[in-house]
């Protein structure tokens, strides 16, 4: 049965009753929010009668407009009151609830954090009256940021390496960019007269310069082991925490394989 219009000032309606103007959104978590505005006929008492958080759309007005899944949330601050003409207050409430369509939905994005190493030609070559500098260069190690939500709080570490670390194709990096194996083409020059010891991949060579000669190098580089690495766990209690928005970054480690040999000048 259809509720009578509201008579401002009456007390013929009580409780909160569903005004025009409510909008639904849903944010990069997936949660999704319904800012219900209404209307109360006894102003003075307005806080009196605010519902407590967690509790349901149909709880609050007494019908299903709004599924159940929707619940009351307070963390963004309690229902705003505004004092209307002839004793009635509007109220806003926000009810929230997982997107049915973003349930069990990671929104993964990417970023990169540059890793300052040293060279790394330094671990294998060793020289006499060279120019060799031994350079700090940055090196792109990949990030990735996740957002979802979920019913149950994350625990930090719980799970052992399994939760603290993802290898390749694993369900918690899925989304995440590959992360091959990155060779650097290094060259450097050594003046006449220098003497110079490599690993050529199979032994270690010793190289006298009869001239300025010009040396290049690949740098290799392989993602941690490990796979990526968990840095930051973080979730926001919603709906007096029947769900929670969660935000994690995870980081991939490069480290230095080795140097291999390409080529010498002359």
């Known amino acids: 049965m259809a509720q009578d219009p509201i008579r401002l000032g009456s007390a ?26 209404s209307l109360f006929p006894a102003g003075e008492s307005v806080y009196n009668s605010l519902p407590s958080e967690g ?13 159940s899944s929707f619940l009351l949330d307070f963390f963004e601050g309690a229902p705003g009151v505004e004092y209307q003409d002839a004793k009635v207050a509007r109220v806003t409430f926000k009810f929230k609830r997982i997107d049915p369509l973003f349930a069990n939905r990671r929104i993964v994005t990417v970023d990169s954090v540059i890793n300052y190493q040293n060279n790394a030609l330094s671990q294998v070559i060793v020289f006499t009256n060279g120019l060799f500098q031994n350079n700090v ?18 625990g930090i570490g719980t799970g052992g390496l399994s939760s603290l670390y993802a290898l390749p194709g694993s369900s918690n990096a899925t989304g995440f960019p590959a992360v091959p194996d990155i060779p650097i083409p290094y060259s450097f020059k050594v003046v006449r007269g220098s003497v110079i010891s490599y690993w050529d991949g199979t ?15 690949n740098l290799n580089f392989i993602a941690n082991p490990r796979g990526w690495q968990l840095v930051k ?10 769900f929670f928005a969660v935000e994690e970054q995870w980081r991939n480690f490069y480290s230095f394989l080795g140097a291999q040999f390409v080529s010498h000048t002359p």
């Open 12 to 37: 013929a309606v009580t409780g909160f009753t569903f005004e025009s103007g409510s909008a639904v959104s849903t944010d990069q978590y997936g949660i999704q929010t319904c800012a219900v505005r």
């Open 55 to 67: 509790v349901s759309f149909a709880s609050v007005f007494g019908n299903s407009y709004l599924p």
């Open 137 to 154: 260069f940055g090196f792109p190690d990949p990030t990735a940021s996740v957002t979802y939500s979920t019913s149950t709080a994350p």
């Open 203 to 217: 032994t270690f060579q010793t190289f006298t310069a009869n001239a300025d000669t010009t040396f290049i190098f």
């Open 233 to 242: 766990l973080k979730y926001d209690p919603v709906a007096n925490r029947n």
